[in-house]
């Protein structure tokens, strides 16, 4: 049998116990038969991945490198897509399959268009810059939310030092008429965040409280502002970042800091509740669902990307 030599090699034996059934509504989503995977390392921070099915290709930022990198499923072949990246940090595609990127250096909202050109979308709100827009969403009416914490301005490792002019919030831009409303101002340092399936609900990462929180926000009938708000995850000593939602409505979070044995992605339930880890051997910032059919975890780990294939499906729009 054929073995291509960059065919990435699972890390032990079936099954892999990094992958941990904490309930039993976990189980339908193990496949025994598949194990965490390194495809790529090099990275300083790696953070913001996103699945380009029609190229085969995952692209993931490297923030404090100040670049893009790109990897391609083929050959396993890993390659920089974009440098200097102004410090990009969340990518997602909209729904014309177009790269929406966050951008801590450039502290605003691009469009990459289909001949490579990059279109601002958003730098400023009321005449005042924005932080350093984290991760973002685009919602099936083409909308884009995102949140705007100060991390990348905090220093100049992830970023440039500069003051904050604006608190630190979670956005709805409308990129056909350009007008950008805030929906949140009250979550304490926003994070990750994502809709779920049925788009009647926004959750975001609360990760300047103690502990640190997911949030569960009720999207208004109007499906353009945000309503009654809940502490849906207390996390406890972990440490949720990126995350991403399947077609069950189940949280698969990027998760760590802290004890060794939080390093990885921990996932909940609709309501909650943690019914699997996946333990990976650096904190996991954030993930994506990839491949052919949406059911290949991708996840962003510090300096490596690691990959598993699971019994779910990543839902549209993630």
Known sequence: M???????????????????????AFEKYHLVLAAVER?????????????????????????????????????????????????????????????????????????????GSITVLMDSFDGKRLNSPNDLVVKSDGSIWFTDPPFGIAGYYQGEHAEQELPERVYRLDPATGKAAVVADDISGPNGLAFSPDERTLYVIESRARPRRIRAIEVDASGTGLGASRVLVDAGPGTPDGFRVDVDGNLWCGWGMGAPELDGVRVFSPQGEPIGHISLPERCANLCFGGRHRNRLFMASCTSIYSLYVNTQGALGG
Request: aromatic share 8%.
């Open 39 to 115: 495809i790529a390392s090099g990275s300083r921070w790696a953070e913001g991945p996103v699945w380009f099915g029609d190229g085969r290709y995952l692209l993931w930022s490297d923030i404090p490198n100040n670049r893009i990198l790109k990897w391609e499923e083929e050959t396993g072949a890993v390659s920089e897509f974009r440098t200097p990246s102004s410090n990009a940090n969340g990518n997602t595609r909209d729904r014309q399959g177009r790269l929406v990127t966050c951008e801590h250096g450039g502290r605003r909202i691009t469009r990459t268009e289909y001949d």
């Open 2 to 24: 054929h073995n291509n030599v960059n065919t990435p090699m699972p890390l032990c034996r079936y099954p892999d116990p990094a992958v941990q059934v904490l309930n039993p």
